[in-house]
């Protein structure tokens, strides 16, 4: 059994210099053509999502789909963003790997690396 989700993620708001806190994720696995939602989380007080999957979730290759929050999470700091939302869609090779996606986010911009 895992110790840790097979994927996580990290959002920090590079307008501010910080962990952006509370940003709501969903994450889906594309089956036959459509997005399967898999799970939803928020991001905690350092701006990680360390469960964005469960321990006993059968990780499988495939194409994963990370949604961020974008738009809600400006919105409560009292800010108005240009993306609603920011999609991250990557492809799931080695099961046996740990796939971590950071987010860089300001309110006109975002940025994604594959993380470690």
Request: hydrophobic share 30%; charged share 20%; net charge negative.
């Amino acid at each position: 059994m895992r110790t840790r989700s097979p994927i996580t993620a990290h959002v920090l708001d590079s307008s501010v210099g910080k962990p952006a806190q509370s940003v709501q994720l969903t994450i889906e696995k594309l089956i036959n053509g459509k997005w399967e939602f898999l799970s939803q989380s928020l991001t905690n007080e350092d701006g990680r999502c360390p469960e964005l999957l469960s321990l006993d979730y059968d990780f499988q290759v495939g194409v994963y789909r990370v949604v961020f929050g974008t738009g809600d999470y400006y919105k409560s700091q009292g800010k108005t963003c240009f993306y609603p939302e920011a999609q991250i869609i990557f492809d799931v090779n080695n099961t046996e790997e740990h796939y971590h996606i950071p987010l860089l986010l300001s309110p006109y911009s975002y940025t994604t690396y594959r993380g470690s």
